[in-house]
């Protein structure tokens, strides 16, 4: 496909939002992007699906001032209650269930972020870095420091669980305030 066409087919494409979701109003979401139910969008967040597609899964938030792209050959993939912090840069990667990406932490194209891992705030994923699942993730470039236990890796869910009863309460006030 041709850049053209790249946009044309992708960036004509209207963003597929859950009835459940919560997508902030000065959040940006373009093209092929979908939103599973319960997922959420916060503010100042950009979501830019314009030559491939996003896809943000069930009970997963993307933070305040995150921005989500892609590549020609590959889109984005966010599994199920995954909890991407303030501020991160999403490349045109995979993240797989149940993670937690910290504030500030960058994961470039082709990257894999294995189920229940755990990638720390600052961190930067290069290109095409497979991470194991169950792993906790650190530095510039980031390497696996350790492998999460059971129960470490059990927890990190707690966290998009929380940001779902979060994102539920900020729609309903939403929809009262624009009822007024």
């Not at 894999?112 to 510039?140: D, F, Q």
């Amino acid at each position: 496909m041709t850049h053209r066409e790249r946009l044309e087919h992708y960036l004509n494409q209207e963003p597929q939002i859950d009835e459940s979701a919560f997508a902030h109003p000065n959040a940006v979401i373009m093209g092929a992007v979908t939103l599973a139910p319960k997922s959420s969008v916060w503010p100042c967040v950009v979501l830019r699906g314009d030559i491939n597609s996003i896809e943000i899964g069930e009970g997963s938030n993307v933070q305040d001032g995150s921005v989500v792209h892609l590549a020609d050959d590959y889109g984005v993939k966010v599994g199920k209650y995954v909890t991407i912090g303030h501020m991160a840069m999403i490349h045109a990667c995979t993240i797989e269930d149940e993670c937690l990406i910290g504030m500030h932490a960058t994961i470039l194209d082709g990257a894999v972020i294995g189920a229940r891992s755990i990638v720390g705030a600052g961190a930067l994923v290069t290109k095409n870095t497979h991470i194991p699942p169950g792993s906790l993730v650190l530095g510039s470039p980031a390497k696996v420091v350790k492998t999460l236990s059971e129960e470490q890796q059990a927890d990190i869910r707690h966290w998009a669980e929380k940001y779902v009863e979060v994102a539920a309460f900020h729609k309903a006030k939403l929809e009262r305030d624009q009822k007024e």
